[in-house]
């Protein structure tokens, strides 16, 4: 089909596509004459990918990096959640002091080498900013989060589909990236559920 | 303190502050001539709360209102947790289809009228991203998260500190802000160390 008629199919304008074209988000269509090029269902299929993750709060740079990921000739499903995770993460910071993080991943089951380093800057990150803002989990909240999340962790790899190497990386790509607003939203309806049921629910 | 001292002491040069000034994150000082301000060690306090929100990833428009929360006149630690989220909550989308929503929540415990409107259009927001992209959380993982996230809350509402209302609002507000960029990246980790354990380790 031509752009106009991709355009009309996916219910994107065309100058948007456009853009994507440009950015290097979604490939070329076939050069079907000079002025002209053809896309398929492989390019409507890349359009919903490219606007759940733009909706999803992901920049239009990680965007790029986790196509990349759902391009990229793979090995293991393993190798893959880490391209997924890296095209999310920002760089290793040389700043970050890794031992109070490589302490609480432990809580996880993490040993040394067990996981990128980016990601390890990631939970390193994350406490600083806890830290510099003199707020302090209470010791009796961490273990709750460390035995949660490993929880989550492991209903999700466990549900990685073996069937096929396509369906592995759209599972593990996306469901790490796509997953995140959810587990967050549904967090915090979960606070005011509990908070209500503590502190009673007010007329506000 | 001066605003040079206030830079000096709380390590943020003079124009960020009076930027911070400017964009209403950070309270006036008290005028000591026409031209001069005195500065507190609330202004120290709140500088250091302002850079962990920012670092954070939090906008500036949502930093003051986050700010305003810690700020705001409060009748009880759940009207606040309800002001700290919908300072991080978009407004509520009249388009978002609320029923599986609602039906998914209903596994945390919720019932209608229980938490803010905007909350639960975040879950339909993030319902219809992973649904736009054609990602389905299988089947047996949505009940891990129900439950894992219902315990993150659960312990999260149970350390609300109550010996002082200015120590519940730091709690309530930053904990609910803060807290997310180190559950998504323990996610990480975790996901890294249950692949590592279900497809073993390969070296990239």
Redesign the interface.
Known sequence: MRISELSAHAGIPVPTIKYYLREGLLPEGERSAPTQAAYGEAHV?RL??I???I??GVSIAETRRVIGALDAPH?????L??AA?SAI?PAPDGSLDLSAASG??EG???KP????EA??H??A??????E????E??A??MP?????????????????PTESAEAAV??VV???V?????????????????????????Q?
Chains 1, 2 share one sequence.
């Open positions: 299929e919903r990918v606007r759940a993750l909706a999803a090995e293991s499903a393993h190798a959640l880490g995770h993460t609480v991943v996880l089951g993490w080498g067990m996981c990128d990601v390890l990631e939970v990150r994350a406490l600083r900013g806890l510099s803002a003199g707020f989990v209470p009796a909240t709750v989060y460390l035995k949660s999340i490993r929880d989550i962790a492991d209903a999700e790899i466990a549900g990685v759209r599972y996306l469901g790490s796509l997953v995140e607003p959810l587990l967050l939203a549904l967090r915090r309806v979960a606070q005011q559920v509990a908070s209500a049921e503590r502190f009673g629910r007010q506000e």
